[in-house]
């Protein structure tokens, strides 16, 4: 059996992500084939809450699952952003990502997975309420000097000092997603 997946991303973190979780599963998709295509969000550059996340991550699988080669067993999308929460303390802003899978012949199911999150400190909060994109906001508060941070460790992976790279963030949520394909029962 070869099962093939597109993702919709061309992100090499993400796709390095679904390629090495995947292989964890061949026992029960086979042989996999992965394509990561450019496909629209359609949400801002820096998503904002739960419906901006997974709207993000919807889209990008509805748009995998259509766009590539044929056959197309599974589309993938994964999207990552902010989300306010409430404290005790007041509101606070953390970061999670969210993957969206659609189910396999284009049945409309769409399975979901989230990863753990993290508080930004006030200073990145700050910045990002400023408008700056996450990346800005990490280089203008010091914290590092690279580029485009998201298609390499995150800000996870700079505020965990390497012990969870962007990559392992988002295996999380894939790993998530993955359940109600591997389980019949929790469909």
Known sequence: MNTVFNVGTKNESKLSAVRELLEEYKDTFGTISISGLNVESGTSEQPQGWKELVSGATNRAVRAYQGGDWPVDYGIGIESGSVPLWTPQGEILMNTCVVAITEKNNTG????????????????????????NLNDATKLAGLTEKQDIGRKEGIVGILTGGRTPRREYTKEALRMALIHLEKPWSK
């Open 109 to 132: 199911k769409i399975h979901y997975g989230f990863s753990s999150g993290f508080k930004y400190s006030e200073e990145i909060t700050e910045l990002l309420k400023q408008g700056h």
